[in-house]
C-alpha cells in the first residue's frame, strides 16, 4: 500500500463570513459612536446650564458677602457673559460652550442684556436661553431672591 499525502492548497484571503462579520462589527460599532455624539448635545447644553447657575450663585453670595453691587453683563453675539463688581475689584468675562440665545424678563419681553444683584443677594428677573444643535434650556431668576433655576 502506498502512503498518500493530500495536500490542499489554501487559498489566501477571506471567506465571505469572515467578512459579513467584520462589517457588522463595523457597523455595530459606527451606530454606537453616532448615537454616543447625538446625545451629547443635551449634555452639553445641561452642563452649560449648571456651570452658570453656579457662577450666578456665586456672584449673589458675593453680593451678599460683601454688601456690593454686582453686575452680570451678557453678550449674545460672542455668546459670554461678564461679571463686575461695584468696586472694580473684581472683573471675569467668561465664554459660553453652548449659545446663548437671549436674555429676557419674566413676560417674555427683551430687555437688556444686564443683570444686577444687590447687596441683599436680589436680582432682577430674567429668563436667559442657551441652546445646541436644536436643544435648549432656559435659567429662570427670581428677583426676590436672587435664585437661579433650570427648567
Partial sequence: MANYTYYTKRKKGFTLVEMLVVIVIAAIMLGAGVYYISALNPRKVEAEAIKLISELNRVRQAALGRH???TVTFDTAADSYRISSESADE?????????L?????FSGGPVN???FY???GTSQDRIINLTCGGISRRIRLFPQT????ME
Avoid: F, H, I
Fill in 118 to 120: 444687590y447687596p441683599k
Fill in 68 to 70: 456690593q453691587n454686582y
Fill in 146 to 149: 436672587g435664585y437661579a433655576r
Fill in 91 to 99: 472683573l471675569q468675562t467668561n465664554s459660553l460652550a453652548a449659545d
Fill in 101 to 105: 440665545t437671549s436674555v429676557m424678563d
Fill in 113 to 115: 442684556q444686564t443683570l
